[in-house]
């Protein structure tokens, strides 16, 4: 162990299970925070905890914060990886207040009262926080308003805490495009398996991301050969936000 715990959301997710993976090979504590189960989880701590009610009241939030702080025991809290999100889908005159409100709670919210609450502890270990936002943040498609609207919130988040936060806590972003995922694949619901194809080649890379790729980035922005990078977004893509789509 390297005496540093990893707070990961979204820890019983794909991505978020390829997270606790990665940090806890690299030797920190894990503490993953899911509404799920965490079966399988590769995590030293699990903790079962609502982001919406995270945000929605103050005592769970204390309660929920004191609860990362014991878990993390003698470790120093030196990573908050905010990966939990909720990826609500819907043309613009059905998206309900509740896909709004559940979209920008838990994927912008949450991750800024973490980091919030846990503050002195990452100040403390010389820490840093990685968001994960997504490709939504800069270029998206029909139907992922509330989706796209959280994500860039969380973008702008992440170069706000930098530059408030300066060089007490590095802050950067990690923007996926497609990564092999069941989140991905709901997008895809309804549709044919020759879409999923069409967007593997969609990418100039000619396959689309796995989550352990993700999360050795995320491995990487956290570490000490990361010590000048802060108010980052690294978008991890396959080139695919680098391409001309037109016809010709
Ligand atoms: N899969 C992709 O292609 C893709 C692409 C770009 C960005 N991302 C981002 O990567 C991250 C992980 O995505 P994933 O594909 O692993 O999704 P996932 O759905 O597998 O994981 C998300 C996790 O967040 C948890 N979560 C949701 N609401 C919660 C709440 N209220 N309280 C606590 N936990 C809650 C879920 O239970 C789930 O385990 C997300 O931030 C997502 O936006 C994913």
């Known amino acids: 162990m390297n005496n540093r715990a ?100 838990v994927n912008l919210t949450a991750p800024f009262l973490l980091a919030q609450g846990l503050l002195k502890d990452l100040e403390n270990a010389g820490g840093s926080v990685v968001n994960i936002a997504s490709i939504h943040a800069r270029l998206t498609k029909p139907e992922f308003v509330a989706y796209a609207t959280s994500k860039s919130g969380l973008v702008g988040l992440t170069k706000a805490l930098a530059v408030d936060l300066g060089g007490r806590v590095r802050v950067n972003a990690i923007c996926p495009a497609a990564i092999d995922t069941p989140m991905l694949r709901e997008g895809f619901e309804g549709r044919s398996l020759s879409d999923l194809d069409s967007l593997r080649l ?10 352990e790729e993700v999360a050795e980035l995320a491995l990487w922005l956290a570490s000490p050969r990361a ?20 016809p010709a």
Request: proline share 2%.
């Open 202 to 211: 969609c990418h100039p890379a000619g396959r689309i991301g796995q989550p």
């Open 6 to 105: 990893a707070v990961i959301t979204g820890s019983a997710g794909s991505i978020g299970r390829a997270l606790c993976k990665v940090f806890k090979a690299a030797g920190y504590k894990v503490i993953g925070v899911d509404i799920k189960d965490q079966d399988g989880v590769e995590a030293d701590e699990w903790l079962h905890g609502d982001l919406m009610r995270f945000v929605a009241d103050d005592e769970y939030r204390d309660r929920m914060l004191g609860a990362i702080k014991a878990a993390s025991g003698d470790a120093k809290i030196g990573v908050l990886c905010n990966n939990a999100a909720e990826q609500r889908l819907a043309r613009t005159e059905d998206v309900s207040i509740n896909d709004w409100q559940v979209s920008l709670d």
């Open 227 to 246: 010590s000048f990078v802060s108010g980052a977004c690294y978008e991890i893509d396959g080139a695919i936000s680098s391409r001309l789509h037109d």
